[in-house]
């Protein structure tokens, strides 16, 4: 890794980066140039120490002086507006043109205040402006059109992968989305033809620590035109007003923790951008996009993507919410359907299992079990028998509730472990206790349920050289190991629509009993 050596003591090993504070790095990516600067009299008080390569000008040179040494005083009241604005965010980026080396160069200035100062950051202008195929509205018009015709969160996944590869050009956009324990999964991706697919593969939440997660959600884009950097340190490194250093959350520049440099070193990515995507104000997910070699994404297209970001975050919430409420659609006709059946048949078990939909429909389930009068009615994939008259002791002397529900029954029950692949995930319905009446629902393994079996191009493990090496093949493994024994959560409506059976069985049951003693008097 060639970041500076003597930036931090930094060791990277991939499982200490939960504790990096990555805000405050020091450091700025070198593509452009960072400036803190101090209100109202727009006085420098920090930069980043490649001011000469950029601008012409030594750190020493600017530092403590007025704004007025770079721009021209019309750019200064055009600042100043900028940034009397309630959202000064509003304006980015603002165009200024510097006399570096005595030619004018064009920049995209990009303006945040963070702890009292203003950050402006500058990177050269590589856009002509009146090219008009990258004005903005080009760019978004026809992928917008696209994300609202899209039904589902998995169509909606696959048009901003497509598009944001369109617009961008990075050799592959995957869609990545994170499970209740951070846990994440490729749902989507667009990629060059020859390169491996990362589809459907699991990676562990190590893979994007929590500091990290923290500013994904904070900034909705992130760039880094090329891993192989150079840093440029911030100088001084504290704001000399409040002896801290530099806030970098807001800043497009801040350097990048050099347990993510590792990450895409072993993934063999030169350069990557990421777009997050925010759901009721929480991080539901990533666009990932990776280049095999360094590739600068210029503001305008950047913000383009970001744009595209925020209208995917909101077709998502609402097409979520939407498959929400179909499946709670169905498992209502499903219930009643079950209902109808039990009460049409002699026995109502035959109306719970011998019929299309049956009692697996209903909690989205892979087995079944009814224990009814002593006998054990299986349906699906379940343990074995004996197994089954094990674990229903153990519910009858140790739940207490009608209704137990667990994604990972070997926690509380250790004997679990043997029959994983059928019942890692079990519902339990107590229709009556004394009477050791019980419908029980199996899940198995969510490793079980991945349908990735290894990829025979899957990239060449990177050497083990102490640290902690991540690849997707090696991420994969990593992830199996983490949600071992567990199986995918039952949903809310689904532990619902069980505890609606126990009722209905309830009533057919004491309705049938009720029958027969009317037929024999």
Same mark, same amino acid.
């Given at each position: 890794m060639n970041t500076n050596?003597?930036?931090?003591?930094?060791?990277?090993? &991939?499982?200490?980066?939960?504790k990096e504070p990555i805000h405050i790095p020091g450091f700025v990516q070198p593509h452009g140039v960072l400036l803190a600067i101090k209100e109202p009299e727009l006085t420098i008080l920090q930069v980043s120490n490649n001011t000469y390569n950029c601008l012409g000008f030594h750190p020493e040179e600017l530092l403590n002086q007025p704004l007025r040494k770079l721009l021209e005083s019309e750019q200064i009241d055009f600042l100043n507006d900028c940034l009397t604005q309630e959202d000064i965010q509003i304006v980015n980026p603002v165009e200024f043109t510097i006399k570096t080396f005595q030619e004018p160069i064009i920049f995209d200035g990009i303006i945040h205040r963070s702890n009292g100062v203003v950050i402006l950051e500058l990177e050269p202008a590589i856009l002509e402006k009146n090219n008009n195929y990258f004005r903005f509205y080009h760019l978004v018009k026809l992928a917008i059109g696209k994300l609202q015709s899209t039904k589902t969160v998995t169509e909606i996944s696959q048009i901003i992968v497509t598009e944001v590869r369109r617009i961008t050009g990075f050799d592959r956009v995957m869609f990545y989305r994170f499970d209740r324990d951070w846990n994440g999964i490729v749902i989507a991706e667009d990629k060059q033809e020859h390169l491996p697919s990362y589809l459907d593969l699991h990676y562990p939440a190590s893979d994007i620590p929590t500091p990290a997660r923290k500013l994904y959600?904070?900034?909705? &884009?992130? %760039? !880094?035109?090329?891993?192989?950097?150079?840093?440029?340190? !911030?100088?001084?490194?504290?704001?000399? %007003?409040?002896?801290?250093?530099?806030? &970098?959350?807001?800043?497009? &520049?801040r350097s990048v923790s050099p347990c993510h440099i590792e990450y895409l070193h072993n993934m063999g990515v030169k350069a990557s951008m990421s777009i997050s995507i925010i759901k009721n104000n929480k991080l539901w997910g990533l666009i990932a996009c990776h280049h095999q070699t360094p590739k600068y994404v210029p503001y305008e297209i950047r913000h383009a993507c970001e744009f595209l970001g925020q209208v995917t975050s909101l077709e998502i919430a609402t097409k979520e919410d939407n498959e929400d409420s179909e499946s709670k659609i169905e498992i209502k006709s499903v219930l009643a359907k079950l209902v109808e059946y039990m009460s049409a048949e002699k026995s109502f078990i035959d109306g719970l299992i011998n019929k299309q939909p049956n009692i697996l429909n209903l909690v989205n389930a892979q087995g079944a079990a009814i224990c009814f009068n002593k006998e054990l009615y299986l349906l699906g994939n379940t343990p074995e028998k004996q197994d089954i008259q094990n674990l229903l002791l153990w519910i009858h002397n140790n739940i207490d509730e009608d209704i137990f529900y667990t994604d990972s029954l070997s926690q509380v029950y250790p004997e679990a472990e043997k029959f994983k692949d059928?019942?890692?995930? %079990?519902?339990a319905l107590? !229709?009556?206790?004394?009477?050791?009446?019980?419908?029980l629902w199996f899940r198995p393994e969510e490793v079980q349920t991945v349908n990735w079996g290894g990829n025979p191009n899957q990239p060449v493990e990177v050497s083990e050289n102490g640290g902690l090496h991540l690849s997707p093949r090696k991420s994969f493994e990593l992830w199996k190991e983490i949600v071992r024994l567990k199986s995918l959560p039952w949903k809310s409506y689904e532990v619902n629509a069980a505890a609606e059976l126990r009722g209905a !069985?309830?009533?057919?049951?004491?309705?049938?009993?009720?029958?027969?003693?009317h037929h024999h008097h």
């Open positions: 050596k003597n930036d931090t003591a930094f060791t990277v090993d &991939l499982t200490n980066c939960d959600s904070q900034n909705w &884009l992130r %760039l !880094i035109p090329d891993a192989d950097y150079q840093a440029a340190a !911030i100088v001084p490194t504290n704001n000399p %007003l409040t002896d801290e250093p530099l806030d &970098l959350s807001g800043s497009v &520049l059928v019942a890692s995930g %079990l519902i107590s !229709i009556s206790k004394t009477q050791n009446k019980y419908v !069985i309830i009533t057919v049951v004491l309705r049938k009993i009720d029958e027969h003693h």
